[in-house]
C-alpha cells in the first residue's frame, strides 16, 4: 500500500479548504474519511491512490516553533515579541476558526513576510504541514499563550532581536 506524507502548505491550501474547527482545542483526522460501502478505507481492503490527512494541531509544540523558527522576530504574544508585524494573541482571533483561513492570510502576505525573514534571518522561514499546524494550534491556544515568556525564545533569535532593536534604535541607546 502506498503511504502518503503529511500534505504540504500549498497542498493543504488547496485540497482541503472548506475543513473548520471549532474552538480552540485541537481536532485531526488520523486516517482516511470513509465514503459510501467503505470506500477510501484501507481497513477494508480497498487501495485508494489519493488520501488526505489533516496533522495534529499541539498549541504546546506550536509555541516553541513560534519562538525557535523567528515568528516572534516581528509578530507577539502575551507581549513578548516584535512589533513589525500585527499581535498574534489568541483574544484578537475568532472564536470559533478555520486553520485553513489562517494559513490563507499568511499566504496572502508571504511576498512581503519572505523578503523581511530574508533580511532580518538571511533566510525564508521554512514549515512543515505539521509545523504550521502546531503553530496555527498555539495563535489560538489562549491557554497555551500565558505561558509564552522571554525564556522560550532560543538565544540566537533573542541575539537577533536585541541586534534589531540597537539597529532601530542606535547603539547603546535604550530601547522606548
Avoid at 470506500?39 to 480497498?46: I, L, N, R, V
Avoid at 490563507?104 to 508571504?110: I, Q, V
Avoid at 512543515?128 to 532560543?154: C, M, R
Wanted: some cysteine; overall charge neutral.
Amino acid at each position: 500500500m502506498r503511504r502518503l506524507g503529511i500534505f504540504t502548505f500549498i497542498a493543504g491550501l488547496a485540497a482541503l479548504t472548506g475543513i473548520g474547527f471549532i474552538g480552540s482545542g485541537v481536532a485531526a483526522t488520523h486516517g482516511p474519511a470513509a465514503g459510501p460501502s467503505g470506500q477510501g478505507d484501507p481497513a477494508k481492503g480497498s487501495n485508494p491512490e489519493h488520501m488526505l490527512i489533516m496533522p495534529m494541531m499541539i498549541p504546546a509544540r506550536g509555541r516553541k516553533l513560534f519562538a525557535s523558527k523567528g515568528c516572534v522576530v516581528c509578530h507577539s504574544v502575551n507581549g513578548v515579541g516584535g512589533e513589525d508585524a500585527p499581535p498574534l494573541d489568541a483574544a484578537t482571533m475568532p472564536v470559533v476558526m478555520n486553520p485553513f483561513d489562517f494559513a490563507a492570510k499568511m499566504w496572502r502576505g508571504a511576498a512581503a513576510m519572505i523578503s523581511v525573514q530574508e533580511d532580518e534571518l538571511g533566510e525564508q522561514i521554512e514549515f512543515t504541514g505539521s509545523e504550521l499546524a502546531n503553530i496555527i494550534a498555539f495563535v489560538h491556544s489562549a491557554e497555551e499563550q500565558e505561558k509564552f515568556t522571554k525564556a522560550d525564545i532560543p538565544p540566537r533569535i533573542s541575539a537577533l532581536m536585541r541586534r534589531m532593536d540597537e539597529k532601530e534604535n542606535g547603539a547603546g541607546k535604550p530601547k522606548k
